[in-house]
C-alpha cells in the first residue's frame, strides 16, 4: 500500500469516527478494519469509464466512495429505530 492509500484509509477511519452519531458511519468504526476500508477503496470498486471522478484520489473523494453504504445503513437505523419507539 503506498502512502497515498494509507493516508486515504486512515481519512476514511477518522472521519467515520469523528460522525460516528451520523447515520451509518458507526458500521465502519465497530465493523471494518482498515483492510476492509482499502479493498472497498480500492479494490472491490469498479469506477468504469462513466464515473472516473470517483477515483478516490483526494480525501473527500474517498469518504464520497462510501455514500452508498452509509445510506443504506443510515435508513435501517432509522427504520429500526422508528419501529422501535413507535411499537
Not at 5 to 17: F, G, M, S, T
Not at 22 to 35: A, L, P
Not at 64 to 83: H, N, P, T, V
Amino acid at each position: 500500500m503506498n502512502e497515498l492509500k494509507k493516508k486515504l484509509v486512515l481519512h476514511v477511519r477518522n472521519y467515520a469516527e469523528e460522525h460516528y452519531e451520523d447515520g451509518g458511519w458507526d458500521v465502519i468504526v465497530e465493523c471494518w478494519t482498515d483492510e476492509d476500508i482499502y479493498k472497498h477503496l480500492f479494490d472491490d470498486r469498479d469506477y468504469g469509464e462513466d464515473e472516473p471522478y470517483l477515483k478516490p484520489s483526494t480525501p473527500e473523494k474517498a469518504i464520497r466512495a462510501f455514500d452508498g453504504l452509509i445510506d443504506i445503513w443510515s435508513d435501517r437505523q432509522a427504520d429500526a429505530a422508528y419501529y422501535r419507539d413507535n411499537y
